[in-house]
């Protein structure tokens, strides 16, 4: 690697840090990209690691996202982690990415939000719009009544909260009611994600009960990105090539996957939007080898 690449590298590296709190989760979501093994895995001794990774990062990170599993796990640590951010980071962007259930508690929810940095986004994601299916999918019992509670007190503490679609065959013809549900419930809410699956982990293992070819996946998309966008909500979706969404979508597809994660097929050599286009997730091209049809 070239001197200039190293730099370019650290310099992206800046831009975006990820604090990565825990692989614990009180959800077991079926297209979790992590596995079973490594949710289960003990991490015990990672606190004082990310007290040393604050320590370490220079303070000039755009953005930083807070992610595991499920960061509130980890008790009063997680208090001490978001204090140490919010003091260090003070010119930053921040994100939460959590399943919201832990706001349910909307006790812990106050007693949280002093230590929290300004403006953090919480992204959390709700996949049905109804009990049965989100608590299908997350394969936890009474989860989406306490992630819609949490967004619900979220909403009414004023906090910046992005709603997330993990799209699958489980959910593919939910989405327009999910999208009702959230127009009627989550008054205030900041924006609204689709995201396509990173096939690994979980989601490899199952993925005959959960892969859809993007296309078909755009095609149910939209009628549920309209309803949205026709009630203000900013709407913006991760993780699709654009060959697959209508090109007068294509401004609210976004180049999300992580560089190093990306990689294109060869069909790809041939398209003319290549360069704008945020391509695949390595382990989702593997697994899933999915169409593509470049565009002339
Ligand atoms: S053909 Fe490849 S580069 Fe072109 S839009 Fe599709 S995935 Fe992207």
Redesign the pocket.
């Known amino acids: 690697m070239k001197v200039e690449d190293k730099e370019q590298n650290r310099e992206e590296y800046l831009k975006d840090v990820d604090i990565f709190v825990t692989n614990r989760c009180n959800s077991n979501c079926i297209m979790c990209p992590l596995s079973e093994t490594v949710r289960r895995k003990s991490d015990n001794g990672r606190i004082e690691e990310i007290f040393q990774q604050i320590k370490e990062l220079p303070e000039n990170v755009e953005y930083v996202n807070v992610t595991g599993g499920e960061p509130t796990l980890v008790g009063q640590a997680f208090f001490e982690i978001m204090d140490k951010l919010k003091m260090k980071f003070q010119n930053s962007g921040f994100q939460l990415l959590t399943n919201g259930r832990s706001a349910a508690d909307f006790d812990f929810l106050i007693q949280l939000l002093p230590h929290l940095p300004y403006g953090i986004r919480w992204a959390i994601p709700l996949h049905a719009s109804n009990a049965m299916l989100h608590d299908q999918i997350t394969r936890t019992k009474g989860s989406f009544e306490q992630t819609d509670q949490g967004i619900k007190n979220l909403l009414m503490c004023q906090q910046k909260v992005e709603i997330r679609i993990v799209v699958s065959k489980k959910n593919l013809s939910d989405l327009l009611n999910i999208a009702k549900y959230i127009v009627q419930q989550y008054q205030g809410v900041f924006c609204v994600n689709f995201i396509a699956m990173e096939m690994m982990g979980c989601a490899a293992v199952h993925k005959d009960e959960l892969w859809v070819d993007y296309p078909i996946v755009f095609k149910k998309m939209k009628s549920a990105i309209d309803c949205l966008i026709s009630h203000g909500i900013d709407v913006q979706l991760y993780n699709f090539?654009?060959?697959?969404v209508e090109r007068g979508y294509w401004h609210i597809a976004v180049k999300s996957i992580t560089d190093y994660k990306i990689r294109?097929?060869p069909?790809?050599d041939?398209?003319?939007?290549?360069d704008i286009?945020?391509?695949?997730f390595y382990s989702t091209k593997q697994v899933m080898k999915?169409s593509?049809?470049?565009?002339g």
């Open positions: 090539p654009l060959c697959a294109y097929m069909e790809c041939q398209c003319k939007v290549k286009c945020g391509g695949f999915p593509v049809t470049p565009i």
